[in-house]
């Protein structure tokens, strides 16, 4: 069941990223297309993105009343019947129109899939899960480029969509047969605008959960910056050929992948807090060891391997974030998980075209970003998450009934 749900969730997380970056390389062939400037295509992924944070806050609200299953298939058809419509749009004002909803509908997947993880599992059980489906949403962004790059050399920008299209309904089929209805009628909140405001000024007042929200976002803010940069210092600066650069992307994607591994085998030897204090310190330590090889002339060497630690960082913090930021509302998963969405994708989603906006003829773009991301995570989670103790008992038992695993909290 918990290998069926990983792959499950984690397809739905992959899906917005897919979405975003499978067209970012046709963009120029779309203006031409289009008769359009480059900047009135580009509008399309603003629309996408507003959309995306849009559908985060009201799936999420909505499906603590209405159950998962309903709106998560809702959205998943939605997606399907959107990209395809997408593909046959006759304009750039049209396209951007269409992917607006687009991005509604992709919201659907990220958030239902934390607020699942949470209807499933409870304690140190839910920080193993959540640290294999982090995992999985941390790869995303690094990736989906790649991913989107192959595919394009088989098709065009409208035969991506198409694509995006039949992936969605694979995946709708899948969800039909595979994934039931996770949160009870009894545990579901009333669908008034007075409950919402509460609970979402609730979360808000919280600092224990701001404190995480925003350290797990500005870590994938660090992540992002690193994309969105890495090609232009790696081979711009350094010098390094396409093949280098891609051995050194593949190695970086590599240590996210190995550190969620890492962080499963270790959750219930050592607690989530002390492993989220162990991402924020490695993240720190990696961004100012970036920002010190960039102002003192260290070299690749030295600047690989700083590079190194920051993205190795984001597997060890951002599913102990998470999770520690979900522990804490069983009653409002979905309400949690549309504010710890939309708090990562607008601070991170902020970050990344700082690199771009500062010039590409220096690392110091790229390099300031992450440090200050990272130095201002630790910050951050010292000043707020600080007399939260979160999940600290490995006592794990299954419920047969709910197929719910349970973990105690201290």
Same mark, same amino acid.
């Given at each position: 069941?918990?290998?069926?749900?990983?792959?499950?969730?984690?397809?739905?997380?992959?899906?917005?990223?897919?979405?975003?970056?499978?067209?970012?390389?046709?963009?120029?062939?779309?203006?031409?297309?289009?008769?359009?400037?480059?900047?009135?295509?580009?509008?399309?992924?603003?629309?996408?993105?507003?959309?995306?944070?849009?559908?985060?806050?009201?799936?999420?609200?909505?499906?603590?009343?209405?159950?998962?299953?309903?709106?998560?298939?809702?959205?998943?058809?939605?997606?399907?019947?959107?990209?395809?419509?997408?593909?046959?749009?006759?304009?750039?004002?049209?396209?951007?129109?269409?992917?607006?909803?687009?991005?509604?509908?992709?919201?659907?997947?990220?958030?239902?899939?934390?607020?699942?993880?949470?209807?499933?599992?409870?304690?140190?059980?839910?920080?193993?899960?959540?640290?294999?489906?982090?995992?999985?949403?941390?790869?995303?962004?690094?990736?989906?480029?790649?991913?989107?790059?192959?595919?394009?050399?088989?098709?065009?920008?409208?035969?991506?969509?198409?694509?995006?299209?039949?992936?969605?309904?694979?995946?709708?089929?899948?969800?039909?047969?595979?994934?039931?209805?996770?949160?009870?009628?009894?545990?579901?909140?009333?669908?008034?605008?007075?409950?919402?405001?509460?609970?979402?000024?609730?979360?808000?007042?919280?600092?224990?959960?701001?404190?995480?929200?925003?350290?797990?976002?500005?870590? @994938? +803010?660090?992540?992002?910056?690193? /994309? $969105? %940069?890495?090609?232009?210092? !790696?081979? =711009?600066? &350094? #010098?390094?050929?396409?093949?280098?650069?891609?051995?050194?992307?593949?190695?970086?994607?590599?240590?996210?992948?190995?550190?969620?591994?890492?962080?499963?085998?270790?959750?219930?030897?050592?607690?989530?807090?002390?492993?989220?204090?162990?991402?924020?310190?490695?993240?720190?330590?990696?961004?100012?060891?970036?920002?010190?090889?960039?102002?003192?002339?260290?070299?690749?060497?030295?600047?690989?391997?700083?590079?190194?630690?920051?993205?190795?960082?984001?597997?060890?913090?951002?599913?102990?974030?998470?999770?520690?930021?979900?522990?804490?509302?069983?009653?409002?998963?979905?309400?949690?998980?549309?504010? @710890? +969405?939309?708090?990562?994708?607008? /601070? $991170? %989603?902020?970050?990344?075209? !700082?690199? =771009?906006? &500062? #010039?590409?003829?220096?690392?110091?773009?790229?390099?300031?970003?992450?440090?200050?991301?990272?130095?201002?995570?630790?910050?951050?989670?010292?000043?707020?998450?600080?007399?939260?103790?979160?999940?600290?008992?490995?006592?794990?038992?299954?419920?047969?009934?709910?197929?719910?695993?349970?973990?105690?909290?201290?």
């Amino acid at each position: 069941m918990r290998t069926r749900l990983i792959i499950l969730l984690g397809a739905l997380c992959l899906l917005g990223p897919l979405s975003i970056d499978t067209n970012l390389p046709a963009f120029p062939a779309m203006a031409r297309e289009f008769g359009a400037s480059e900047s009135h295509v580009q509008l399309s992924l603003t629309t996408f993105i507003i959309g995306m944070s849009i559908g985060q806050l009201v799936v999420g609200t909505l499906s603590d009343s209405w159950g998962r299953r309903r709106p998560l298939l809702s959205g998943v058809v939605l997606y399907a019947v959107v990209s395809l419509v997408c593909a046959a749009a006759p304009s750039a004002g049209a396209l951007a129109a269409v992917r607006l909803v687009q991005g509604f509908a992709v919201a659907c997947g990220f958030v239902l899939a934390l607020a699942i993880a949470r209807d499933r599992f409870e304690g140190l059980a839910m920080a193993r899960f959540m640290s294999l489906l982090m995992m999985t949403n941390g790869l995303g962004p690094v990736l989906a480029p790649v991913l989107g790059g192959q595919l394009l050399r088989f098709t065009t920008w409208r035969g991506t969509f198409v694509a995006l299209a039949l992936v969605a309904v694979v995946l709708l089929v899948v969800l039909l047969v595979a994934l039931p209805e996770t949160l009870p009628p009894e545990r579901r909140r009333p669908a008034r605008l007075s409950a919402t405001t509460r609970a979402f000024g609730g979360l808000l007042a919280d600092r224990a959960f701001l404190g995480y929200a925003l350290a797990s976002a500005l870590s @994938l +803010g660090a992540l992002f910056g690193y /994309v $969105a %940069g890495a090609s232009f210092v !790696l081979q =711009g600066v &350094f #010098g390094l050929s396409p093949q280098q650069f891609s051995v050194v992307f593949a190695a970086n994607s590599v240590a996210i992948f190995l550190a969620g591994l890492l962080n499963t085998a270790l959750t219930g030897r050592v607690v989530p807090k002390a492993l989220l204090w162990l991402g924020l310190g490695m993240g720190a330590a990696g961004g100012t060891g970036l920002l010190a090889t960039a102002l003192l002339g260290g070299g690749l060497v030295a600047f690989l391997v700083s590079l190194f630690v920051v993205t190795t960082s984001v597997g060890v913090l951002t599913p102990n974030a998470a999770t520690l930021a979900m522990a804490r509302y069983a009653e409002a998963a979905g309400s949690a998980s549309a504010v @710890l +969405g939309v708090t990562r994708f607008v /601070v $991170a %989603g902020s970050l990344a075209p !700082l690199v =771009g906006a &500062f #010039g590409s003829g220096s690392t110091l773009p790229m390099v300031v970003v992450i440090a200050a991301a990272t130095v201002l995570a630790l910050l951050i989670g010292l000043l707020l998450t600080r007399g939260d103790a979160g999940v600290t008992r490995d006592l794990v038992v299954d419920d047969p009934d709910q197929g719910v695993e349970v973990g105690l909290r201290s």
